[in-house]
C-alpha cells in the first residue's frame, strides 16, 4: 500500500496540501513577527523594563515548548489532521484574547497560550507533509512548507507599517485571531495521513484516501491485497533514547536547542536592539523588508541543496554560514554593513530552519514521528525561552551589541559540529528505508 503511495505522480493534491499546511505556517510566522514589532510600542505604552519584554518573549516560547511535546504525543495517538486543526484554533483564539489583555500578567498568560498552539501545530503540519511527500521531493517539499515563515514575516511588516501607527497594538493581535477561520479549509482539503491510518490498523481508511488520490491524480487502481498489519509499540518517549534512536536524538535535540536559542534571541530583539546602537535606517520599513525578503532565497536555496547534497551537509553548512554572519553582525560599524551582513544572516538562519524541519521527521518511524518531531522541537524551545530573557538582562547589564551576537555565532558554529558529527543522511530514502 505504501508503495503505491510512494508512486503516485506529483499533482494538485501535493500542491494543495502544501498551501494549505503552508497557511498555517504563515500564521505561525504573522505572530511571532508581530509581537516582535510590537514589543517596543508595548514597552513604552505599560513603561514595562527591558526583563519585563523579554519575559513577555520568553513565555510564548515555554507555551510552544509544552505544546509541541504534548501536540506531538496526541497527533500519534489521535491523528495529524485533528491536532492540527485544533492548535490553529488554540493560538488564533488566544491572540485575539491578547487584545484585550488588562495587566501585564494577564497578557503573559495569553501569550503562554498563543505560544502553546503555535509550538503544537509546527511539527504536526511538518509530520503530516513529510508522510504524503514523494520521497525523491520530501526535502524539498517541507523546506517549501517552512518558506511560509519568511510570507508570514513580511505580512507581520506590512501591518506594522501600515496598521500599528494608526490603529496600535491591540489592532494588531485582534488581526491575528483570524486564522482560526482556516480551519474551515484544513478539515475540507486535508486528509488524515495514510501511515498514521496503517499503523494504528485502519486499513480500509487508508485504502479509500489512496484510491481516491489515483482517481485524482489520473492514475489507474487495482484492488488491494490482504494487507497484514504490524503490531507498534505505544507511542512512548523513553523509545526515543533506546539503542537505535538515541544518537539521532541528541542531535536533533542539541540542534533544535541552538538553532531555536539564536533564532529568537536575534529576532525578537532585532528592532528594538539595533535600534538602540543608533542604526536609525533599522527602524525603516525598508529594512525589515530586506531582512525579510532575504528569507526567501535562504529557502530556495536550502530546498534545490537538501535533495542534491544531503540533508547533513546542507543544514550543516547553513548553520555555520549563520554563525559566521551573525559574528559580522554583531560587529558591523556601517549600516550598510549591518543591512549586508543582516540580510545574509537572515538568509542562511532560515534555509537552516527550512532543513531541520525536514530532517527531524524522517528520523524516526511512523508510530513515534510526531511524538519524536514534537519532543525535538520542544526541548528546541527551552532555547527561545532563555534567549529573549537573556538578551534583555545582558542589555540591562550593558553588555555590547558585539558580545551579545558573539554568543549567537559561537551557538551556530557548535550546533554545525554537532550535525556534522552525529547526523545521518536520509535524503532519496523512504521513510520506511530510513529506519
Known sequence: MLERLENLPVGNFHYKLLIVTGLGWLFDSMDTGLISFVLPMLAKDWNLSPEQVGMIGSIGLFGMAIGA???????????????????????????GLCAIAWSYESLL?????????????????????????PAHLRGRFIVLLESFWAVGWL??????????PIFGWKAAFLIGSLPALYVFLIRLHMPESVRYLISKGKVDEAEKIIVDLECKLGVEHKPFKNIKVE?????????????????????????????VFSYYGIFMWLPSIVYAQGFEVVKSFEYVLVMTLAQLPGYFAAAWLVDKIGRRYTLSSFLLMSGVCAFFFGNADSSTALLISGAAMSFFNLGAWGVIYTYTPELYPTFIRALGSGYAAGFGRIGGIIAPA????????GFHFNIIFGIFASVFIAISAVVMGLGLESKLMSLEDIH
Do not use: C, H
Open 231 to 259: 503490531e507498534v509499540p505505544e507511542p512512548s518517549p523513553v523509545v526515543l533514547f533506546n539503542s537505535q534512536f538515541r544518537v539521532r536524538t541528541i542531535m536533533l535535540w542539541l540542534t533544535w536547542f541552538g538553532i
Open 155 to 164: 505580512a507581520a511588516a506590512l501591518l506594522s507599517y501600515f496598521f500599528l
Open 69 to 95: 511535546v504534548m501536540a506531538g504525543s496526541l497527533a500519534d495517538k489521535f491523528g495529524r489532521k485533528n491536532i492540527f486543526a485544533a492548535t490553529v484554533i488554540l493560538y488564533s483564539v488566544s491572540t
Open 109 to 133: 498568560l495569553f501569550r503562554f497560550l498563543v505560544g502553546f498552539g503555535l509550538g503544537g501545530e509546527l511539527p504536526v503540519a511538518a509530520t503530516l507533509v513529510s508522510e504524503y511527500a
Open 390 to 397: 537573556l538578551v534583555g538582562s545582558l542589555i540591562a547589564s
